[in-house]
């Protein structure tokens, strides 16, 4: 089992460019996690999806970010435009079961705005 | 609403020391709680979950109810423990939410 598998790895792009993160969870979980890590703020949680449906998205921060789940073994998040403050460490974490199941996570995406 | 709280940022000791890296919660129901560690540019990985009272290289972790936290330990710090620990608090049916994590450095 490769495990939660992210791409790319690292992201530098300009400010006001498109940006997609990708994401294929491992193969029958039923839950997908977007979280954004940085220095100032930790680990944010910005959208889960259950069984491909978004569940909460609160997390998101503005109308820039969205993110589908178009089929259990794929999900993006997309943000348009980008800016330099979206400069971050974005995890993508996948898990099967209620809530004592353990999250398992991908490597990141480390993206740069400039 | 639930929060998770790591009241340290960093948290250095020498190596052979006691560790204990502090997570206090706050939510109304019955939590369920986990410790994640992240090594220098890995991914975050689970380290423990209260449920399963285990101990995972060494840690343990105690849920108190009364004081409502679930502050990690380890008797005798090795340099491979230097990482981020995360503290996650499980309420509802699937999220998590994280604490901001603290900076475990242990020094030779």
């Known amino acids: 089992d490769a495990g939660v598998i992210q791409s790319p790895r690292h992201e530098v792009t300009e400010m006001g460019q498109e940006v997609t993160l990708r994401c294929k969870p491992i193969s029958g979980h039923n839950s997908l996690f977007w979280y954004r890590q940085t220095m100032m703020r930790g680990l944010e949680l910005l959208i889960y999806?259950?069984?491909?449906?978004?569940?909460?998205d609160s997390g998101m921060p503005e109308d820039r970010f969205s993110a589908k789940m178009p089929n259990a073994s794929f999900s993006t998040l997309k943000i348009q435009p980008s800016e330099p403050r979206d400069s971050a460490v974005y995890f993508c974490a996948s898990k099967f079961g209620g809530l004592g199941s353990p999250l398992h996570f991908g490597n990141g995406t480390r993206l740069t705005v400039t | 609403a639930q929060r998770v709280t790591q009241p340290e940022k960093l948290l250095s000791v020498f190596k052979g020391a006691p560790v204990e890296l502090k997570c206090n919660y706050s939510y109304s129901g019955s939590p369920e709680l986990f410790w994640y560690v992240q090594y220098s540019r890995q991914r975050l990985q689970l380290l423990l979950r209260?449920?399963s009272r285990e101990s995972i290289k060494g840690f343990t972790a105690d849920l108190n109810k009364g004081e409502t936290s679930f502050h990690l330990k380890k008797p005798f710090a090795q340099e491979e423990d230097s990482a981020m620990y995360y503290c996650?608090?499980?309420?509802?049916?699937?999220?998590?939410?994280f604490g901001k994590g603290t900076k475990l450095s242990v020094i030779p």
């Open positions: 209260h449920i």
């Open positions: 999806f259950n069984n491909n449906v978004p569940i909460d």
């Open positions: 996650a608090l499980g309420a509802g049916s699937y999220q998590l939410t």
